[in-house]
């Protein structure tokens, strides 16, 4: 089961809207689902957020029930207007360092996890055409994974922070690469890597456990038709049950995200981690991976 934010027309006004997706790709509005098994009156009031801590307070068995009356309903939506499935107080912490895993000199990970954070004014709905703010500056781009918290973790545990994952999305981390060498100066990079609407997220997240993701699975980065990072989960050289225990001393609450991308992870024969891969005004990039679907994005000056 994939769910997302879309934009619905409602009675009164239009307003995001907490969608589910069945097998043969129609939409369904989330809450009616919810109150069929019971649990009413509790996911139209919070949004994205409140939905992912019901949907992780289910459980596993509690989920399959909801998606056997998902795979009930006929009709649906063919194809909502998606946004970006992450509410506006909620957050990303991204696992990298300074330099990618791929371009060290030894290609050895740090001992630690350590990163920065990308917050929901620096990110774009899914499909969006993207205005580079400096034409003169120079933007690259990085495949991520980012992983979905359904429960509060705080000081984690690794295997607590395993079981507070309720799904996967996509996301394009983009940076502003100019600004970033010159923010490096000071140890910091908050601006750089949260350019206004620069970084697309979505276009859904799917709702599955840690335990559901093959390590085989695999992400793409495409630019322009050309593939420039392909790797597989297993290829992170922090697992994500640790990532985000690691992240969990920041207090992680539902609706938030680590992530994972090709910057962590380590070069072998058969995968494409060099990263970051250089954008400019004009470059279409599709990011992929089979159990969530195709992020797109298209860059303009």
Not at 88 to 112: C, F, H
Not at 181 to 200: G, I, V
Not at 262 to 274: H, K, L, S, T, Y
Request: net charge neutral; with cysteine; proline share 7%.
């Amino acid at each position: 089961m994939k769910i997302a934010l879309a934009a619905m027309p409602r009675p009164v006004l239009a307003e995001p809207c907490v969608m589910a997706q069945s097998s043969s790709g129609h939409w369904h509005e989330l809450a009616p689902l919810l109150e069929e098994i019971g649990q009413s009156g509790r996911s139209s009031d919070g949004g994205l957020s409140t939905a992912l801590a019901m949907l992780g307070a289910l459980g596993t068995a509690g989920r399959r029930k909801l998606e056997r009356v998902l795979e009930g309903r006929k009709n649906g939506v063919g194809s909502p207007a998606l946004l970006k499935p992450i509410d506006p107080l909620a957050k990303i912490l991204l696992t990298e360092g300074r330099v990618a895993l791929s371009r060290s000199n030894d290609q050895l990970p740090a001992k630690m996890v350590v990163g920065f954070s990308k917050f929901e004014t620096a990110l774009a709905d899914p499909g969006a055409q993207i205005r580079l703010p400096d034409p003169q500056a120079q933007y690259d781009v990085e495949a991520v994974l980012a992983v979905v918290l359904g429960k509060p973790a705080a000081r984690a545990s690794a295997r607590d922070a395993g079981g507070a994952v309720i799904g996967f999305t996509l996301m394009a981390e983009v940076t502003d690469r100019t600004m970033f060498d010159r923010e490096w100066r000071t140890s910091n990079s908050l601006f750089a890597k949260n350019r206004l609407k620069l970084s697309p997220l979505g276009p859904a997240i799917w709702v599955a456990g840690l335990k559901d993701l093959d390590p085989a699975t695999e992400i793409r980065l495409v630019v322009n038709g050309t593939d420039r990072q392909v790797f597989a989960v297993a290829d992170f050289a922090h697992g994500i049950a640790q990532a985000t225990k690691a992240w969990s001393r920041a207090v992680l609450e539902p609706g938030d995200m680590v992530g994972l991308g090709a910057a962590i992870a380590r070069p072998r024969f058969g995968n494409e981690v060099d990263s970051p891969v250089p954008i400019a005004g004009g470059d279409r990039i599709e990011i992929s991976c089979a159990p969530i679907g195709v992020l797109s994005a298209q860059f303009v000056a």
